[in-house]
């Protein structure tokens, strides 16, 4: 092991069925695991690949609101913005840190991405059109992730529940500014109130496949074995209904689902199924935006190298 | 660009490995309880603080942070004892550190 590389992980040696069972029951339990424990070689490849679509998803959807720093209605909204866009990539350095901890150096990770051989999240394969698809992003599609990521906090790998304290705690305001743009345009101009509508329409279909194809529990390893997470996508698709379908009523803006309905028999929202298959191409490389957004980040990885090669000469300033 | 690259080895030709830092804090209800924040590479210690600031104490959520240049494993054993002292986290992963030390 190098210190400098800050790669810790253990190298998966004396992996038997039966160590492995033993740390699965383990798991179970509701045992915690740090870097430098055993763990099966499964574990840590879910946890590498978890963590790293997360780790992208963070960095390129912050491309869509960045979009739109110049073009903030006020000064306030587009300081907000600006703060919002700084955490999500400093939400994507904390992952990256913890991918670097379990061997997979960030910039393979980053390699990876720009050259369309590691996913990220088919939301962000999108563009933010107009202001108020900022604030339908910031506030409804941050509700859905932060609905998954207070349950990730409660996973087995210890270093990403702490990571996640952090996440979860910025998600907060994110959910707040992003509302309190929604509601300032529903509050305003008939213009306005339509601008929000509008973007509300277009979001909808993809806010309802946020979380995820409903893949039943015990289909999920990462639930089942690793419990990295505890929630189905599907449970998790609920709460978010639960949470936000009143909230957006509330604005007087209308949900454009003929089949969405609260089923007070089963406790459970109905609603028009995604399309999971387009859906999954997105994640190859094949979604609206895909191209132009790689080729972005491309562009700023070559553009920007000089900051990172002037600073690791920084060492020799006095 | 590299931030964490195996190949930056110490030795190699090409610039100077970043060194990596770990940040801990003790904030919050459970003030006596040291936290693993996360970690940042850095050319030296000066830019990790100024980095460190801007990650982890941007909006003054935290009163003291600490940075520790990471040299071997040592750091991590930190966070060993803060969970063996809270067993409301879970005891049980007292019990796999102890088997794997």
Request: proline share 5%; net charge neutral; hydrophobic share 40%.
């Amino acid at each position: 092991m190098d210190s400098s590389t800050g790669c810790n992980a253990r190298v998966d040696q004396g992996e038997t069925a039966q160590r492995t069972e033993e740390f699965v029951r383990y798991l179970r339990a509701g045992g915690l695991v740090e870097v430098d424990d055993w763990m099966p070689s499964g574990y840590r490849r879910s946890l590498v690949r978890f963590i790293e679509l997360h780790a992208h998803s963070e960095y390129m959807g912050a491309l869509l609101e960045r979009e739109w720093l110049s073009r903030a209605p006020t000064l306030a909204r587009k300081l907000a913005l600006a703060a919002k866009v700084q955490d999500e990539i400093g939400h994507a350095q904390l992952l990256f840190r913890l991918l670097a901890d379990l061997d997979r150096p960030t910039e393979d990770a980053l390699e990876d991405l720009v050259h369309g051989r590691s996913k990220y999240h088919w939301f962000f394969h999108y563009r933010a059109e107009t202001w108020a698809d900022t604030g339908i992003i910031a506030w409804l599609s941050d509700t859905a992730a932060s609905i998954a990521q207070a349950d990730l906090a409660t996973g087995s790998y210890a270093p990403y529940r702490r990571a996640l304290a952090k996440i979860c705690w910025e998600e907060r305001f994110h959910i707040t500014h992003g509302h309190d743009i929604i509601r300032t345009l529903c509050e305003g101009t008939a213009e306005q109130r339509q601008m929000a509508q509008s973007a509300l329409d277009r979001w909808w279909p993809r806010l309802l496949a946020f979380n995820g194809p409903p893949t039943p529990r015990e289909r999920d390893p990462n639930i089942t074995d690793w419990c990295i997470k505890r929630l189905s996508n599907e449970e998790m698709r609920q709460r978010f209904l639960s949470k936000t379908v009143r909230q957006i009523q509330a604005l007087g803006l209308h949900i454009a689902d003929p089949n969405l309905a609260h089923d007070a028999a089963t406790g459970r929202w109905k609603y028009t199924e995604p399309d999971w298959d387009l859906l999954q191409t997105f994640k190859l490389g094949h979604g609206p935006e895909t191209r132009a957004w790689l080729a972005l980040r491309a562009e700023a990885r070559s553009k920007n190298g000089w900051v990172l090669e002037t600073l690791s000469r920084a060492r020799t300033i006095p | 660009m590299t931030l964490c690259h195996r190949s930056m080895a110490a030795g190699s030709p090409g610039p100077t490995p970043l060194e990596v830092f770990d940040v801990f804090a003790a904030s919050g209800r459970r003030a006596a309880a040291i936290t693993h924040l996360g970690s940042v590479p850095a050319p030296n210690r000066a830019l990790a603080d100024i980095y460190v600031r801007r990650m982890f104490a941007r909006r003054h959520e935290q009163q003291t942070l600490w940075l520790v240049p990471r040299v071997d494993d040592a750091h991590w054993s930190l966070e060993r004892i803060r969970l063996r002292r809270a067993p409301c986290e879970n005891t049980a992963s007292s019990q796999l550190g102890d088997r794997e030390s």
